[in-house]
């Protein structure tokens, strides 16, 4: 069974920055789409970023664009999620999914990925 591990969650103030990293236990993620996800307390999972494989493309959440940045090391079977300018409603629990070549049109739903990681923690103070 496939598993992904995200790590570099953490407690940052207003303004601050953090790295996420998921890494697959696949024996490669060529071909995967990868995406980041995050639920707050009493909300539904929604779409953060995603990132393709071939042609390479990237996908923001409206919420996150010019402040996140999604990126992919094929090599280490990593992502990463690099967020800037973090802001207190950008707490939650943040997981990484990935699926085969999903359909991109479905590419923010949750439903579309059938891999997923047991979450890292976000906390932004205001």
């Known amino acids: 069974q496939v598993q992904l591990v995200e790590s570099g969650g953490g407690l940052v103030q207003a303004g601050g920055s953090l790295r996420l990293t998921c890494v697959s236990s696949?024996?490669?993620?060529?071909?995967?789409?990868m995406a980041w996800f995050r639920q707050a307390p009493g909300n539904e999972r929604e779409f953060v970023a995603a990132i393709t494989w071939s042609p390479l493309r990237t996908f923001y959440a409206d919420s996150v664009k010019g402040r996140f940045s999604v990126s992919r090391d094929n090599a280490e079977n990593t992502m990463y999620l690099e967020m800037n300018s973090l802001k207190p409603e950008d707490t939650a629990a943040y997981y990484c999914a990935s699926k085969f070549s999903p359909r991109p049109a479905m590419i923010s739903r949750p439903t579309s990925f059938d891999s997923w990681g047991q979450g890292t923690q976000v906390t932004v103070s205001s």
């Open positions: 696949r024996r490669t993620i060529v071909g995967y789409t």
